[in-house]
């Protein structure tokens, strides 16, 4: 299998065949035979290291390009480790991969389903299988994953909660794996005597036990498995820590134990320190009762025999470093392996598992985020985050990655984040340390980093540091990922950075719009993380003119108009809703206004959307047909489509929704009643009453939008009279008088004055009703010609000729002179009268 390599050159055709006829020299070399490169013929170690930086479906794709590939791509060493987290795994992927399978040794996954084929691997040399998101996972599923597997040495499942697994199953796994040596489990209903017993009695190299979040574990049981070196129980609330605390310190060869966020009593630890010969590290991080006493006294553990106890009142670093006695370790570097390498095996297996518990063990205290906890984040905790995301165990990197991504999130709804908290982030270089994270080879590592700098960039500051250290490519290239997890993270790091105006540039020039409509393009309807995020933040770049171009450009329009249509998923319709509101909206300054009316299906998509069950959905669709209605072309589609009908409608049931919602449908009113024939349909329809209704809201853009929905109608006499019937003359009068909106007052008056003149001519009408008995009507008709009077104004010049043909000077006097006029009416008619004067001036000069 060959590729052939041509020498790019900047010489045209003729040029080239002019140098064919000269003599030997430049052009003999660059008209010589195109190079010809073999890749069979590259070494197979080159080729191997090629494979390996694959996932398996590319892994396996390569291989089935020829004969010697299909050969390398089967080597054991490519298949020794095997990550599926990210791609779908049941029986029939399984029976795919088997052939492939007999060396494997080490296994990640997602979700019980994949636990539940991982028997179809076939792979019976398995030594570990870490899975998450197995809270679905059986008592059978459990089992026949042991009895398939008997040279089982570390099993780790969590941190969702096995609700589903009993003692049964732990027997099982204690019967067929007598080689195990870790074990670690999260959520389990309970772990009986029975259970812990199979496990001392047939599982003699059993040195690592976490039982994490349980229901119910039996404290004295473990006590006899006496092997075990490292224990946690944390998160366990049902121990009876006298039973524990003397239980274990028979133990003869633990070391180290974790009982955070557990309700220890410090008299247990007190027994622990005094009673256990070989312990040598107590976790008990976010433990209330310990915080409690040592707040009481602080020396509560001072006397603790050599014995290191970790709280989140202690000095964490400065501890650690204890455990390495004449090692000169500098402040944060105690947890690079660097320094406890050369040290003995325990002082390497004890920090190793210490820094497994700590990722843990933030992670959920950053998930449950208990009050009391900013110091400790700000002094140290964040501190340690940042350290443990160098650590060379994967799943430290990956949990203190989530971990930074979570503990800064202070609402989940309104996607609040701490500023002190992530700005701490910043200061600490950890988001150089996060990007770095997010370019390496690992899919898992690469999307648990995207996830922390999307998070982290809610805050502008930190949004800015991401954006100057080159986030933003990063994260596009990321977007590109074949790995669903991958892409929608990074997506959503592009949703938050795009919020910003000066990134909404930087983004299009990376490729960044280019990449999050291929996302769209790219991933089923099903996928509801990775569309929204990609909708989201389309949505963002499209309220940029420039960018809105560059969106339409890529195929934003028909992508955005696809989703819109076909997706069921809420928030992905309301992100695409609201960037076709954000694409129509810049008017004469591109043609996205029209282009977005003019794709198939995309009003009738709108329209529909404005009787969604969802609020949100609603008002961004009702806010896209206001945009687009200022279109000719697309005001009367977007009526053909039944737009009247269903605006009308939800301006009635939206009467106790939202703000936003009812300036959106009143203002998609406004839009469509500007051609006669929606007016009238809008008027016979229903749509006068809750107009009115929303004109009385004493918010300013609610009751504005209405006022001009309402202008337009009372144009035309028949709704003019609806509004008289359903009481609107005080509700207009009351804008006109005490709005603090310009606009809703003058759209107010322009009303009134269709309503009680029947002229025709706008300026005509203004001049008649100075004349009206009612004050309020007096001064809104002045208020009116002094908008169209001012000085400056497009066609000041032209109103000023038509008030002096109509004889308004000698009303507008009168106005002013009037004993019966309010204040304002005499205000506005003698500015009228003097704006006049200067046009007048102005035209003999």
Request: with cysteine.
């Amino acid at each position: 299998m060959t590729r052939r390599v041509r020498r790019r050159t900047c010489r045209d055709r003729a040029a080239r065949g002019s140098s064919r006829a000269g003599s030997a020299g430049v052009g003999d070399e660059e008209d010589a035979p195109a190079a010809e490169l073999d890749w069979k013929a590259l070494p197979d170690d080159t080729m191997l290291q090629l494979f390996a930086r694959l996932n398996y479906r590319d892994r396996a794709s390569m291989a089935a390009a020829c004969r010697a590939w299909r050969a390398l791509g089967s080597s054991p060493c490519l298949w020794s480790e095997l990550d599926l987290r990210a791609h779908r795994c049941d029986r029939e992927a399984a029976s795919s991969l088997a052939a492939r399978c007999e060396s494997l040794r080490r296994l990640r996954l997602r979700g019980h389903e994949a636990v539940e084929a991982v028997p179809g691997l076939r792979a019976r040399g398995l030594r570990e299988v870490v899975a998450d998101g197995c809270r679905g996972l059986t008592d059978a599923a459990l089992a026949v994953l042991a009895a398939r597997h008997e040279d089982l040495e570390r099993l780790q499942i969590g941190p969702d909660p096995l609700e589903r697994i009993s003692s049964d199953a732990l027997r099982q796994v204690a019967l067929c794996c007598s080689k195990l040596r870790r074990l670690r489990l999260s959520g389990l209903r309970e772990a009986d005597a029975g259970a812990i017993g199979a496990l001392a009695r047939y599982c003699p190299l059993l040195e690592d036990v976490a039982f994490l979040d349980c229901g119910a574990v039996d404290e004295a049981a473990l006590a006899d498995i006496r092997s075990l070196r490292f224990l946690s129980v944390a998160g366990c609330r049902s121990l009876k820590w006298a039973t524990a605390s003397t239980s274990w310190t028979q133990l003869p060869s633990l070391i180290a134990i974790d009982v955070s966020r557990t309700d220890v009593p410090t008299n247990a630890i007190s027994r622990l320190i005094s009673n256990s010969k070989t312990l040598k590290l107590i976790c008990t991080l976010n433990c209330i009762s310990v915080e409690e006493e040592l707040v009481q006294d602080p020396s509560v553990f001072s006397n603790s025999k050599g014995k290191l106890v970790l709280t989140v009142k202690s000095h964490i670093f400065k501890s650690v470093a204890t455990m390495f006695p004449g090692v000169d370790v500098n402040g944060h570097e105690v947890f690079n392996q660097c320094n406890w390498r050369s040290s003995d095996n325990i002082a390497g297996d004890t920090m190793t598992w210490l820094e497994w518990i700590l990722s843990q063990s933030l992670l959920r205290i950053a998930e449950s985020n208990p009050q009391g906890m900013d110091d400790f984040w700000l002094q140290q905790g964040t501190a340690l985050l940042l350290r443990l995301l160098k650590s060379s165990q994967e799943d430290v990197q990956e949990r203190s990655a989530t971990a930074l991504a979570t503990f800064v999130v202070m609402d989940d709804e309104s996607a609040n984040v701490d500023p002190a908290r992530s700005e701490a982030v910043m200061q600490n270089g950890g988001i150089r340390m996060l990007l770095d994270l997010a370019r390496c080879s690992r899919e898992s590592a690469q999307s648990e980093a995207a996830k922390a700098i999307a998070n982290l960039s809610v805050n502008t500051r930190v949004a800015k540091a991401v954006a100057d250290e080159g986030g933003i490519t990063i994260l596009t290239s990321l977007a590109k990922s074949m790995n669903r997890l991958v892409a929608e993270e990074a997506a959503g790091g592009l949703w938050n950075l795009s919020v910003g105006e000066d990134h909404k540039a930087a983004i299009a020039v990376s490729g960044g719009i280019k990449a999050l409509v291929d996302l769209i393009y790219r991933w089923p309807a099903g996928t509801d993380g990775v569309l929204e995020r990609a909708a989201g933040a389309l949505a963002n770049l499209a309220a940029d003119d420039k960018c809105s171009l560059e969106v339409a450009k890529a195929g934003g329009v028909h992508a955005l108009v696809t989703l819109a249509r076909s997706c069921k998923l809420e928030g992905v319709l309301e992100q695409a809703a609201r960037a076709l509101a954000n694409l129509a909206a810049h008017g004469d300054n591109n043609d996205n206004n029209a282009a977005v009316g003019q794709e198939a299906g995309a009003l009738e998509a709108l329209v529909q959307l404005t009787g969604s069950q969802n609020e949100g959905v609603r008002q961004e669709a009702a806010g896209a047909l206001w945009n687009l209605s200022f279109d000719d072309r697309n005001r009367e589609a977007i009526a053909a489509v039944g737009g009247v009908e269903a605006l009308v409608s939800l301006v009635q049931q939206c009467l106790n929704g939202s703000e936003g919602l009812q300036e959106r449908a009143a203002g998609a009113l406004w839009g469509l009643s500007v051609s006669e024939a929606n007016s009238i349909a809008i008027g016979q329809g229903g749509g006068v009453a809750p107009l009115l209704t929303l004109a009385r809201s004493e918010v300013e853009d609610v009751h504005e939008t209405a006022a001009g929905a309402l202008w337009n109608l009372a144009f035309y006499s028949g709704n003019a009279l609806r509004i008289v019937e359903e009481g609107g003359v005080p509700v207009l009068v009351s804008i006109c008088s005490s709005s603090g909106s310009k606009m809703a007052r003058f759209m107010s008056a322009l009303a009134l004055a269709y309503m009680f003149d029947g002229s025709g001519a706008e300026i005509g009408r203004f001049v008649a009703m100075l004349r009206n008995p009612s004050p309020i009507l007096r001064a809104c008709a002045a208020f009116a010609l002094l908008q169209f009077t001012i000085p400056g104004g497009r066609h000041a010049l032209h109103h000023a000729g038509l008030l002096q043909k109509a004889g308004a000077g000698r009303v507008l006097r009168a106005a002013a002179a009037a004993t019966t006029a309010s204040i304002e009416a005499k205000i506005f008619a003698r500015i009228v009268l003097r704006n006049l004067e200067q046009h007048q001036s102005g035209t003999s000069t």
